[in-house]
């Protein structure tokens, strides 16, 4: 089974919303959730964490998305979401899902990528 995988990328115009989802395929409590998003021709770059319950539910962005992004969990459905609010065309890229065990640092998983593409 994959460890995580995402969803809801697509097209959408400059100032519009998406909400990409990433579905986790154990149980993550113990794990902080990332997000992470990598453009064409350049390097993949951090953008937001969810802390989870055992770090005091923190959130935390990258200065690029804070104030438009938000980052959460839903542990009932199992999933890690992404809400992307007032895009713009620099959102543009493949956005990937990341789990790190607290508990074990060296077991990490990604997910295969969601592709958004914000044009007019």
């Known amino acids: 089974q994959v460890p995580l995988v995402e969803s809801g990328g697509g097209l959408v115009q400059p100032g519009g919303s998406l909400n990409l989802s990433c579905a986790v395929s154990?149980?993550?409590?113990?794990?902080?959730m990332k997000w992470y998003r990598q453009a064409p021709g350049t390097e993949r770059e951090w953008i937001a964490t969810s802390a989870g319950d055992i770090a005091g539910n923190s959130a935390i962005y990258a200065d690029s998305v804070r104030g438009r992004f938000t980052i959460s969990r839903d542990y009932a459905a199992n999933k890690l979401y992404l809400l992307m609010n007032n895009v713009k065309q620099e959102d543009t890229g493949t956005y990937y899902c990341n789990a790190i065990n607290y508990y074990n640092t060296k077991q990490q998983y990604w997910g295969q990528g969601t592709q958004v593409i914000v044009a007019s």
């Open positions: 154990f149980s993550f409590g113990g794990h902080a």
